[in-house]
């Protein structure tokens, strides 16, 4: 294994002849490894080595210079640590540090091998040595999006959020007229130039050149008199041309204009409904969100405003300019010939009527569409975040099919769409067609019969065939047009939707509440299901009530109940003598920490997850609340203490790290009613006195309602309520409860046995007595 | 438990590296505590304040609040030893990110020389304070740029994409 080391490490290492000549003669070397820090931690490349007799070192390779050796007898030791990035070698000798060499974590595996070899030669020799190494740890990112059915009008609904831009809107709208009706002029240019100038030149050309009573040179002499003649009408030829070209250039500035203030007015009106719509969901209850998937409301904030921005700067600029053509045109026609223009436009009722069919027909489609996506989303938000339990479960192949088979319908669902889509507008195109030549025809008829000139017809010819192709982009819009009202249906379902926890109409402010809780039968029902009934429990200031039953029984119901993420159905709660109804929610709350199973933490830094409740906190108080939560010292062992990113890779904390932080979130608000669910109950035992410790800190002083599913946590319960079914069944000190041999006992023996028959698997079975904290947690009074 | 060490006793602290390169902190009327490490508790945003020592377990032992009230000599030691043991080279200049997508290789001039990088994913550049920036490349080595208006035009501008 050595040789093969050596072989290795000569072969990639030119830079191992450099140390050739530091070399005994016959010193061959085991293991080397290149650092690249100097010992002033600059980027230099270095190297240190072992052969059997000594261990050598370089600091700068490139300069061939600092140069140190020790024999091997001298080392006693070999030791690599990490922190940050930042990777640390030490050779220990009798009598103190040798050496210290330093290399960033990219090198940490080529360290391994050193300290191996190293190993192994101590081991000949049998005398002790050490190593370290270091863990890493993987998080995956969540990702989602869905869709819904529509309804046009939903769209006016947008009109509220258009009124602060009103300004805005109306100069939109004129530019969007002038840009129009400049766009209609050209071809009305084109009558007179063909009526007044082109026609009776040609016919009296045409005339000269048949006449049969002249001689070739009088027809001659003839065409040179007309084109004489000419010279004055066709002089007007370029101003007709420049009256396009200044229309033209006229349509294109305003047609810039429209755009930039629509685009601007639309990009406002989505950022409002975005900001309105999130801040509607934060005033929305507890209830809302846990029927709600998250992804889907995040779609709805953000995809679907989008999808309505797009809309209302894309699609409703160019419908608008596009009616206002057909009607400007229309108005055109029937001024030039109001009789060919009803015959032309006859097929228009048509094109309308399919247009109308086909929308009720893809408004169908699409909500299939949509559907069929929301499941295919739900799929990706469900599987993504749980690929661990995927994996575990090497379920990898399974979740493949299933998403493919949701995809499936996604196609199968579009293809229908596209089936009418696709025949729906070459149909419009083959109708405009018709029309077209509906117009040839009738025209033809009514220049034969006097009652128009040619010119008439060029320029109805012109503005018949605009008119079809701005009827055939209104039809194609149908699509994005449902597309967004889809979209606008799903944000304002959002916003539709009232509070239901409503705020009080003659608020009463509770200032910092005495902690006082009183619940007067209280009852609650999710939909018809009864989840409690008739609980009725006075807590004194300053009081620890524990809570205890089986699962279902209600009990993180009526926590929610006393923080109110929901209003009672029967009853009342009081706090202090007052109704919680009466007094506004976040005043309430701000009195109120919370300490739950699964403590969320927010991306951010320690600090600022600590100080989530009161972001002014000095980092005094900061460190006073991660002291009191016992998080202090695992936050120190973080690469940068308490600015350590949580979440970052490498930083993911345990269960046990996690809940300590929401201890110490709780305590710096300083609450006077303290609400502990579960807070103990996925940590080991050993991690549980700790936090049970820090729990203590938080409870002294304060009113606490605690759920524990380890009944040995509430040992410090003044009363402990038995919860079974929705109703309170028993009430009492752990003593009196176990005397009282009812549910408590029996959940209690029922535990007691589980412990016996698993030691050191669950909680411990007797309340701790006081002794065996202390012991647990080591006491360390070194300094006074 | 622990000691915060305020004015008064910050300044009676006493530090010291023996010959095994371990810090041993003193304080009057305690014995000696040998081989603690010192912590910044807020290495970014107050570096100069709640230095902690811990010992060799990671519980802390004392915790100075300000580094100022301590003994200029103590406090250049204890300087010293918490800069052998910070290492996040300041970047000056960036020379070169390479284009497309992730992972990133980077090229940039330190306080520590030139050195090259690869950056897995963009979520690793973070802003500290208000012009301040924190890199962490693929082996957890952490680089920072001080102020990104300090940087010429050519690294604002590969910078900014990021930011
Ligand atoms: N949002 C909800 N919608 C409908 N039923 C719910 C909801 N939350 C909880 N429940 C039901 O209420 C009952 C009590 O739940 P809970 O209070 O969480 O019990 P536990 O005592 O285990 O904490 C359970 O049967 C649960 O299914
Ligand atoms: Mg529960």
Known sequence: MNDSTERRNNALHPSLAILAPHLDPGERILASFRLDLDPSRAFREGIVALTERRLIAMDDLAARTGFRAWPLEAVTGLTATDRGGLGTLEALGADGLLGRWHYTLGRAKGVASVLDVFAGLRAERQVPSATAGQEADLEVPETVQPEEPPRVGTLFRLLRF??????????????????????????????????????????????????????????????????????????????????????????WGLGWGQGWVLARLSERISADLRNTTYAHVHSLSLDYFSAKRTGDLVTRISTDSDRICYFLSDTLTDFTADALMIVGIAAMLFYMDPLLAAATLCTFPGVAWLTYTTRTRLSEGFARGYRAWDEMTSILSDTIPGVRVVKAFAQERREVERFKASNDRIVAANDRVNRVWTFFWPMVAMLNQMGLVVAWAFGAWRVFDQVITVGVLTAFLAYIARFYGRLESMTRMAGSTQRAAASAQRIFEVLD?????????????????????????????????????????????????????????????LLNLICRFYDVTDGSILVDGKDIRSFPTLEYRRNIGIVLQDPFLFYGTIAENIAYGRPAASHDEIIAAARAARAHEFILQLPDGYDSIVGERGQTLSGGERQRISIARALLIDPRLLILDEATSSVDTQTEIQIQEALDNLVRGRTTLAIAHRLSTLRNADRIVVLDGGRIVETGSHEQLIAADGLYRSLYEAQSRHEMEHPGEGAPVEPLPPQALLRAEPSRKESP | MTTDLTSGDAAALALHVDAFGRMVMALPGAAPVVNVVPVRCFPFTSPTQRVSLCDPQGHEVACI??????????????????????????????????????????????????????????????????????????EGVRYRVLDTRALDPQGKKLLKRYL
């Open chain 1, 162 to 251: 258009a009124r602060p831009h009103l300004a805005w809107l109306a100069l939109g709208l004129c530019l969007t007229l002038t840009s129009t009706a400049a766009g209609l002029i050209p071809p009305l240019l084109t009558w007179p130039l063909v009526d007044d100038i082109f026609a009776p030149y040609q016919e009296q050309v045409k005339i000269a050149r048949d006449d049969p009573t002249i001689g070739e040179v009088a027809r001659e002499a003839r065409l040179e008199s007309l084109r004489e003649k000419a010279h004055e009408p066709f002089a007007m030829v370029p101003w007709y041309l420049l009256g396009m070209i200044g229309s033209g250039l006229a349509a």
């Open chain 1, 497 to 557: 939707r009232a509070p239901s926890v409503a705020e009080p109409a003659n608020p009463v402010s509770p200032g910092r509440l005495k902690g006082e809780v009183e619940l007067r039968n209280v009852g609650f029902r999710f939909g018809n299901r009864r989840i409690l009934d008739d609980v009725s429990i006075t807590i004194r200031p300053g009081e620890m009530v524990g809570v205890v039953g089986p699962t279902g029984a209600g009990k993180t119901t």
């Open chain 2, 65 to 138: 609040t300000d580094l100022a009230d301590l003994d200029p000599g103590v406090r250049s030691l204890l300087e010293q030893e918490l800069s052998r043991r910070e290492f996040v080279p300041t970047i000056r200049r960036i020379l070169d990110i390479s284009q497309g997508s992730e992972p990133t290789a980077w090229h940039v001039e330190t306080d520590r020389g030139e050195v090259r990088f690869v950056l897995t994913s963009e979520d690793h550049v973070r802003r500290l304070g208000l012009n301040g920036v924190l890199i962490s490349d693929a």
